[in-house]
Nanobody, 115 residues
Framework: ARLVESGGGLVQPGGSLRLSCAASGFTFSDYAMGWFRQVPGKEREQVAT????????YYADSVKGRFTITRDNEKNTVDLQMNSLKPEDTAVYYCKVFGGFAEPWGQGTRVTVSS
């Protein structure tokens, strides 16, 4: 599996960003996908998950109502729309494929929420 994240950057509190993860090397439409985030000194946190066909999504309580995960099984991408961003959303965001892969993670994209 190969996952490449993009879309991170610096945004002011209250702003929005859209992260994207491009997947290759596996049958994308067969697997659930997720977004996680990590800050230094803390464990990687699961932010949002979407099932293989996009029919159901799950969110961490900390992002419910602000973040939306979507996928395009034609383009092999999974996106995370992040609205009403807060300083505590600052982290490196990672894309993950759920399955028995040796390398299920992308390299990450950094999101900084600061004025």
């Amino acid at each position: 599996a190969r996952l490449v994240e993009s879309g991170g950057g610096l945004v002011q509190p209250g702003g929005s960003l859209r992260l994207s993860c491009a997947a290759s090397g596996f049958t994308f439409s067969d697997y659930a996908m997720g977004w996680f985030r990590q800050v230094p000194g803390k464990e990687r946190e699961q932010v949002a998950t979407i099932v293989y066909d996009g029919a159901r999504q799950y969110y961490a309580d900390s992002v419910k109502g602000r973040f939306t995960i979507t996928r395009d099984n034609e383009k092999n991408t999974v996106d995370l729309q992040m609205n009403s961003l807060k300083p505590e959303d600052t982290a490196v965001y990672y894309c993950k494929v759920f399955g028995g892969f040796a390398e299920p993670w992308g390299q990450g994209t950094r999101v900084t929420v600061s004025s």
